[in-house]
């Protein structure tokens, strides 16, 4: 059973670039028709996507965000990593990393990591 775990720094101040990396185990992130998402959710407010990259390592990323984000991977460590740049107050909230396959119909969550971006 695929299972998902975030990591980073949990206070960032503004200004800055944060970090987070999605450690997989249970699954390779390389298997075929499996796409690897990074969703966030300020406080009060709904699930956003912020970035995927699938199992051949092809980026996508929100419109909104694209300009200050980086999605990558390390396949020796099988673990993908979320860079934002640039962060402000609004980017405060809790952070996941998940998982889905069409083709083998699952979906995978991380347990979230809180992000707090403050002066």
């Known amino acids: 059973q695929v299972q998902l775990q975030e990591s980073g720094p949990g206070l960032v101040k503004p200004s800055q670039t944060l970090s987070l990396t999605c450690t997989v185990s249970?699954?390779?992130?390389?298997?075929?028709?499996?796409?690897w998402r990074w969703i966030r959710q300020p406080p009060g407010k709904g699930l956003e996507w912020v970035a995927t990259i699938s199992y051949s390592g092809k980026p996508a990323y929100s419109p909104s965000l694209k300009s200050r984000t980086s999605i990558s991977r390390d396949t020796s460590k099988n673990q993908f990593s979320l860079q934002l740049r640039s962060v402000t107050p609004e980017d405060t909230g809790v952070y996941y990393c998940a998982s889905a396959s069409r083709v083998a119909g699952v979906n995978y969550w991380g347990q979230g990591t809180q992000v707090t971006v403050s002066s």
């Open positions: 249970g699954g390779s992130i390389t298997t075929n028709s499996y796409l």
